[in-house]
């Protein structure tokens, strides 16, 4: 890269491409969170369970760390946690990371993510798996992180939905509906979920 064109880099004269945000990821060491959003704009297309494993082992989760790769390109945190929650059926391993993304990278630009998921009707879901996150960090005895992660379901609750919705699980059979109605915990009744995930069953705490 030329001097001249670094300098207008930096005084805002050009825009910084995904490619260049990459590479200055690699080169400075700085964390993901420091990755603009990508300007695709929602729906995004369904991802695989291994894209979703890959991109979480890549951001350091514990659970696939088996799957890490120095030719990974690193993604911003909050679009990873979009795309999961965004996911009709995810199995129970990925699932289980997202309160760990979300309390590892908890300097997101939640307003960023927030917006995204009003679009896409996944504040629910989001406030959820805030909700457990912040419960671990009070666990801990974090109080930066339960304190932001506290305000964050504040924010997420002036838009709850009412209708019922699945926490990434579409296909659920009717038995198990009609079980976790009355027997889901209160954080997933209030945020209309049918879900069995508690902080109790979350493995690993960032």
């Given at each position: 890269?030329?001097?001249?064109?670094?300098?207008?880099?930096?005084r805002g004269r050009r825009r910084l491409t995904p490619e260049l945000a990459l590479r200055a990821v690699r080169v400075y060491?700085?964390?993901?969170?420091?990755?603009?959003?990508?300007?695709?704009?929602?729906?995004?297309?369904?991802?695989?369970?291994?894209?979703?494993?890959?991109?979480?082992?890549?951001?350091?989760?514990?659970?696939f760390a088996y799957l890490r790769s120095r030719h990974w390109k690193p993604k911003n945190p909050g679009e990873v946690l979009?795309?999961?929650?965004?996911?009709?059926?995810?199995?129970?391993?990925?699932?289980?990371?997202?309160?760990?993304?979300?309390?590892?990278?908890?300097?997101?630009?939640?307003?960023?993510?927030?917006?995204?998921?009003?679009?896409?009707?996944?504040?629910?879901?989001?406030?959820?798996?805030?909700?457990?996150?912040?419960?671990?960090?009070?666990?801990?005895?974090?109080?930066?992180?339960?304190?932001?992660?506290?305000?964050?379901?504040?924010?997420?609750?002036?838009?709850?939905?009412?209708?019922?919705?699945?926490?990434?699980?579409?296909?659920?059979?009717?038995?198990?509906?009609?079980?976790?109605?009355?027997?889901?915990?209160?954080?997933?009744?209030?945020?209309?979920?049918?879900?069995?995930?508690?902080?109790?069953?979350?493995?690993?705490?960032?």
């Amino acid at each position: 890269m030329s001097q001249p064109y670094l300098a207008m880099l930096e005084r805002g004269r050009r825009r910084l491409t995904p490619e260049l945000a990459l590479r200055a990821v690699r080169v400075y060491d700085v964390p993901p969170t420091a990755l603009p959003p990508s300007q695709r704009q929602s729906p995004r297309p369904p991802l695989t369970a291994a894209t979703l494993a890959k991109d979480l082992a890549g951001l350091g989760y514990p659970g696939f760390a088996y799957l890490r790769s120095r030719h990974w390109k690193p993604k911003n945190p909050g679009e990873v946690l979009l795309a999961a929650l965004a996911q009709d059926d995810l199995e129970p391993r990925l699932v289980e990371a997202l309160p760990w993304l979300v309390l590892r990278y908890w300097t997101l630009d939640w307003n960023w993510v927030v917006q995204e998921a009003k679009v896409r009707d996944l504040q629910n879901r989001l406030g959820f798996v805030v909700g457990l996150a912040c419960r671990l960090a009070e666990r801990a005895r974090d109080e930066r992180r339960a304190r932001t992660l506290t305000n964050l379901e504040r924010e997420l609750e002036r838009s709850r939905l009412v209708r019922e919705d699945t926490l990434c699980r579409a296909s659920l059979p009717e038995p198990e509906r009609r079980w976790l109605m009355e027997h889901r915990s209160e954080d997933a009744r209030h945020w209309n979920l049918l879900t069995d995930w508690t902080a109790d069953a979350v493995r690993y705490i960032a």
